[in-house]
């Protein structure tokens, strides 16, 4: 099993409590969410038609400005699972380090994978994954330069999971009806704050958005999914209030750290990455404070932090960083 955040049992075990008693700053995730609107009981009860799955995808394709087709899938995982299956396997390479799924699943899915440093690394290969902006470390590319790698690879899969506060950085205006060569990943729960609810869209082109459907199967998402979707998606206010207040967030989490002597490796408006000297030390250190970040064994000087919800979260985080 590959290791991810969101999950504080590790530090539990060593230090106690209970979920409830613990600030998890282990994911990107808005500790913010959208305020949920009222679901219908149908949503619950009866499986999601095609038209109402439709719906949502068309809210998000005005919502990420893009020409091409958007597949609701659940959640960007369930995007990066059937990518491997879009080819017939080959050479695929990554550029890294990053979110380890994408090198996971295609692995599994028969790809001979090979994690690349530099973009440039990625011309020839079969199937290229680029993370805009990347997991951990923030890492941005400006959409001429990934639009200009597609035609030099045979897939370019682009995850911007994390754009929604940054939508300068999307790829999705770019793509059209014709676009058969890339495939941008966006997910719903991060930005939103609802990773509960297993939402995420795929934008591709008609051959390409066909061959993702007909592999994900019928009742894509769920009923509650398309009824938070499509009223989440269209909240233009919500959206442009929450970027202002996670950029806020995102400076004076880094004025934090800061003072505690961290570096700022890089990050998004949703999570930050730091050089600590010793990433599992400050991990631990921060725990017997019952607060769960994020370490790397491949980085082993480096702390990922999201971002407290509420003020309470911010003194303990201060409080716990002075100690």
Do not use: C
């Amino acid at each position: 099993m590959r290791i991810h955040g969101g999950d504080p049992g590790e530090g539990m075990a060593r230090h106690g409590g209970t979920p409830e008693d613990w600030l998890d700053l282990s994911t990107g995730i808005n500790p913010v969410p959208y305020p949920l609107p009222d679901i219908p009981a149908r949503a619950w009860a009866a499986l999601p038609a095609e038209r109402e799955i439709a719906a949502v995808e068309d809210a998000a394709r005005a919502a990420y400005a893009t020409p091409a087709q958007a597949v609701a899938l659940a959640g960007a995982q369930a995007a990066i699972q059937l990518v491997p299956h879009l080819g017939r396997g080959g050479a695929a390479r990554v550029l890294g380090p990053t979110y380890e799924e994408h090198e996971g699943a295609l692995v599994e899915g028969g790809w001979q994978v090979t994690q690349v440093r530099e973009m440039a690394a990625l011309a020839g290969a079969d199937l290229a994954v680029v993370v805009n902006p990347n997991n951990p470390d923030g890492r941005r590319h400006a959409p001429g330069e990934l639009r200009a790698l597609a035609g030099r690879v045979g897939l370019l899969v682009v995850d911007e999971s994390f754009a929604d506060a940054e939508p300068a950085l999307s790829l999705a205006a770019r793509l059209g009806p014709e676009t058969d060569r890339l495939v941008v990943l966006r997910s719903f729960g991060k930005f939103y704050g609802l990773a509960g609810l297993r939402l995420g869209f795929a934008l591709a082109g008609d051959a390409l958005a066909e061959r993702l459907r007909m592999l994900a199967g019928p009742w894509r998402i769920n009923g509650p999914a398309v009824a938070v979707g499509r009223a989440a998606l269209a909240d233009t206010g919500w959206q442009d209030a929450t970027r202002a207040r996670l950029a806020q967030d995102a400076a004076r989490l880094d004025r934090l750290a800061a003072g505690a002597g961290w570096r700022l490796v890089g990050g998004t408006p949703l999570f930050r990455t730091y050089d600590v000297g010793d990433g599992t030390g400050a991990q631990d250190r921060l725990a017997r404070a019952r607060i769960w970040t994020r370490a790397f064994p491949y980085a082993p000087s480096w702390l990922r932090l999201g971002l407290p919800g509420t003020e309470d979260g911010w003194v303990r985080l201060a409080r716990a960083l002075r100690a």
